[in-house]
């Protein structure tokens, strides 16, 4: 089956922390390592998110241009998504000439079909430059709840799409300001004219019973008062309209809402383009029995089950207004919507601008990229808010990755490698020898449909158990007592019976854990790559613009998703610890005295 898992483009406005990549970077991780392990043919696309007003406020700030700011913040972002290890066919960004063509294709048939209309609309303004404001850079009191916080395209308390008319004393974001508003023609996309075609879409999905409530209830809830959208601004940084439209008005720009979200058929054609073969992006977007799954924070939601369907739609001619496809032909809509709920960090919001943050490239080099993984897996914001704090973060790392897993591998390659020096040949197996063997077996169905539905932390909290009963074995079995001559048989079997549950663990939690998936490979005699990882290259603008990094990798040759038989005579030696355990005291009293320096 053909699998497009479409990551969320973060915002190339800085380094990212672990509030960011909690909801979508892990989770798409693990269901597009397990997808691939299952036998599937994945296709994984993200990239940085590059225009807006905010990029060139904060450029301004720092004196550079607004390209200078993408491209630096756009590096900083491959390198620590790779050095996360999610494994990404590409990883690319909003200011390829490959993305600006294939949005201006976009709009080019959503208007033709009828879907783009010209209204007047009350825009902000900074009343000392005079520049359009983005909505989100406004902020004031939301109308319908109260929230003092909420924001101008959006209230992040009760959900409700907003304009910034609508805000109670509007302030500006950037100074406190408050912004004058101005009237200017935008394009609007016509909502409306698509609401009954995205009702029997988002119904469509419902009866599925796949989606998760909260994502189902709030998509169809919000198309009670669907409005025309704009979709263009007055701006110097973005895309233009196409052709003779881009003449007329030569200061109007596609808007991010319009632009980022085609940002996942635009690194699917740009991958097909760089892999040899350039319309092979079609067999993920234009064959109907293809899946996909989106990514992304709970913020999002509105753009991925509305907007983006919706531009699909009008795209396809499948609204009120009729049409027919462009030569793209007529492009899938999403199969998932797969929203996490928000991450909090000792109980407050992350917040980047308050200095309230833990970056992700501190934490990857403070304690490398498993802790932080699995913690996410294990404890983050799958279906409801989740609070990251740095004694739970300790805790999970030496009681369950230490003292669990990381002591179920180093126990068995050192009884190996000190009794027989590698995989021995087993005799006859008993009674619990097949016991746990089916328990690691039957694990693998179990796993593997908790990971399809996106309920991974059950599905690591299975693993984990199976990590635990597998622990029981060797306390059930004693292999350490079995000394004699006569009982070199029995170690055997019950050594054997330990590596390839073990290795089968291994295989288990590889799409939760792949850097020290590599490293248990390794342990258990295993050579080469056992998981394939990401890499960050240089690559060439495909039509003549700047060159930038991307992620891409080789996954062609991942492991199966099933128990796989370990080999005799497979040479074991002494094993080094896979894991490293933490100092409580001394990490929390770091870490919390950084978190109040930087306040």
């Known amino acids: 089956m053909k699998v497009l898992s479409a990551v969320a483009w973060p915002y190339a406005n800085g380094p990212r922390h672990l509030g960011h990549v909690a909801g979508m970077n892990v989770p ?62 590409l990883y690319t960004r909003t200011t390829s000439r490959n993305h600006y063509q294939v949005v201006q294709d976009l709009f080019e048939q959503c208007l033709a079909n009828g879907y783009f209309v010209e209204q007047m609309q009350q825009v902000a303004l900074d009343p000392r430059t005079g520049r359009t404001l983005p909505d989100r850079y406004i902020e004031g009191t939301c109308p319908i709840c109260g929230y003092e916080d909420a924001r101008g395209d959006q209230c992040d308390n009760c959900g409700n799409q907003l304009e910034p008319t609508d805000l109670k004393n509007p302030r500006s974001k950037i100074d406190g300001a408050t912004p004058q508003f101005g009237e200017t023609e935008h394009f609007f996309l016509d909502l409306p004219a698509l609401a009954d075609a995205l009702r029997e879409y988002l119904q469509g999905r419902e009866a599925t019973g796949t989606w998760r409530p909260n994502v189902i209830n709030f998509s169809l809830n919000i198309l009670d008062d669907i409005r025309p959208r704009a979709m263009t601004r007055d701006i110097d940084w973005g895309i233009p309209l196409p052709g003779e439209l881009g003449e007329k008005y030569p200061t109007k720009r596609l808007y991010v809402w319009f632009d980022a979200v085609i940002g996942y058929l635009s690194a699917s054609i740009e991958w097909a383009r ?91 080099e403070t304690f490398g990229p498993d802790p932080l993984r699995y913690y996410i897996c294990a404890a983050g914001p799958e279906t409801q808010d989740s609070d990251f704090t740095w004694p739970d973060f300790v805790q999970r790392n030496n009681s369950e990755l230490v003292a669990g897993w990381g002591n179920l591998v180093n126990r068995t390659a050192s009884m190996v490698a000190k009794n027989f020096g590698g995989i021995p040949q087993p005799g006859p197996l008993q009674e619990v020898d097949s016991a746990v063997l089916a328990r690691v077996s039957a694990a693998f169905d179990e796993v593997g449909a908790l ?71 390794a342990v258990l005699g295993g050579t080469g790559e056992f998981v394939p990882m990401p890499r960050v290259e240089e690559a060439d603008d495909l039509d003549g613009g700047p060159g930038y990094p991307v992620i891409t990798g080789d996954y062609s040759d991942f ?41």
């Open 274 to 364: 760089r892999s040899g073969d350039p319309e092979r992006w079609r067999e993920w977007w234009n064959d109907p029995q293809a899946q996909s799954s989106y990514f992304m924070g709970k913020d999002n939601i509105t753009f991925h089950s509305q907007i983006w369907p919706a531009e699909l739609l009008a795209y396809s001619g499948k609204g009120a207004k009729g049409g027919e496809p462009g030569a793209l032909g007529e492009l899938n809509l999403p199969s998932e919507v797969v929203a996490s709920e928000f991450l909090t960090m000792e109980s407050k919001q992350f917040s980047s601008s308050r200095g309230h943050v833990i970056g992700l490239r501190h934490v990857l």
């Open 451 to 521: 990971i399809v539905r996106n309920r991974q932390k059950a599905a690591l909290a299975e693993v984990m158990r199976v990590v635990g009963d597998v622990n029981k074995y060797v306390s059930d079995t004693e292999p350490f007592r079995l000394k004699g001559e006569d009982e070199r048989e029995r170690l055997a079997t019950v050594l054997h019976t330990l590596v390839q549950a073990t290795s089968d663990c291994n295989r288990l939690l590889a799409p939760f854990l792949p850097h020290a998936a590599n490293r248990v490979h």
């Open 28 to 89: 798409s991780d693990v269901f597009s390592r397990y997808m691939r392990m299952a036998g599937h043919d994945v296709l994984m696309v993200s990239g940085s998110d590059e225009h807006g007003t905010p990029i060139l406020v904060q450029a301004d700030k720092e004196g550079i241009s607004a390209r200078e700011f993408a491209d630096r913040n756009h590096r900083i972002i491959a390198q620590e998504f790779a050095d996360l290890g999610c494994s990404y066919d």
């Open 559 to 599: 492991p199966a998703w099933a128990s796989t038989p370990v080999a005799v005579g497979t040479p074991i030696a002494k094993p080094t610890p896979v894991f490293v355990k933490l100092d409580a005291e001394e990490v929390v009293t770091t870490e919390r005295a950084a978190m109040s320096a930087d306040e």
